[in-house]
């Protein structure tokens, strides 16, 4: 199987910051990676596909980078309502699609 | 609007069974492969098991495979998982997924999820 290791595991931010959650695949698998935000009691809802696309609906501050094996989630200015928890998932070796680990995104 | 709605989930004893639904309306469930995704407390998202569209290729994690059956009816919109000799690890939050990728772009659907708790 595929491991996916995020970084940091949580992360503590302010309204306004920048911030990056980063993605590293146990191998290649090209762009096949997508980002989720979840909230508490809450379906994961996709954010990027495909490493870069924007999903439509998502707000623009959100951005996906990285191929091969590591991948970035960048929140360009954090908003109330993006405090949550993040997942990248490969899609590389679907429908066998593992997930990381989550980092949770927490309000300094 | 899309809605997946999961149902069946319940509190059951080690080595019971039980069967989850998913109903699904506003998208063409037909077209779409289908996932059951499940999050124990607390914890990360584990995929447990797919169907393709026409059901004709069906894949299951090591975790389930054996115990868990996964099926769905085109004509009923719904999805499904028999889940038999359930364990304590089995215990988590179900959520069926539908995904679609097209010309149209990537579709990419969660339902709200069911709590299975295994226990004595």
């Known amino acids: 199987d595929i491991q996916m290791t995020q970084s940091p595991s949580s992360l503590s931010a302010s309204v306004g910051d920048r911030v990056t959650i980063t993605c590293r695949a146990s191998?290649?698998?090209?762009?096949?990676l997508n980002w989720y935000q979840q909230k508490p009691g809450k379906a994961p809802k996709l954010l990027i596909y495909?490493?870069?696309s924007l999903q439509s609906g998502v707000p623009s501050r959100f951005s996906g980078s990285g191929s091969g094996t590591d991948f970035t989630l960048t929140i360009s200015s954090l908003q109330p309502e993006d405090f949550a928890t993040y997942y990248c998932?490969?899609?590389?070796?679907?429908?066998?699609?593992?997930f990381g680990q989550g980092t949770r995104l927490e309000i300094k | 609007e899309v809605q997946l709605v999961e149902s069946g989930g319940g509190l059951v004893q080690p080595g019971g069974s039980l069967r989850l639904s998913c109903a699904a309306s506003g998208f063409t469930f037909s077209s779409y492969s289908m996932n059951w995704v499940r999050q124990a407390p607390g914890k990360g998202l584990e995929w447990v098991s797919y169907?393709?569209?026409?059901?004709?290729?069906?894949y299951y994690a090591d975790s389930v495979k054996g115990r868990f059956t996964i099926s769905r009816d085109n004509a009923k919109n719904s999805l499904y998982l028999q889940m038999n000799s359930l364990r304590d690890e089995d215990t988590a939050v179900y959520y069926c997924?539908?995904?679609?990728?097209?010309?149209?772009?990537?579709?990419?659907?969660w339902g709200q999820g069911t709590l299975v708790t295994v226990s004595s």
């Open positions: 997924r539908g995904e679609l990728s097209s010309g149209q772009g990537y579709f990419d659907y």
């Open positions: 169907i393709s569209s026409s059901s004709s290729t069906i």
């Open positions: 495909a490493a870069s």
């Open positions: 191998q290649s698998i090209s762009s096949y």
């Open positions: 998932q490969q899609s590389y070796s679907t429908p066998r699609i593992t």
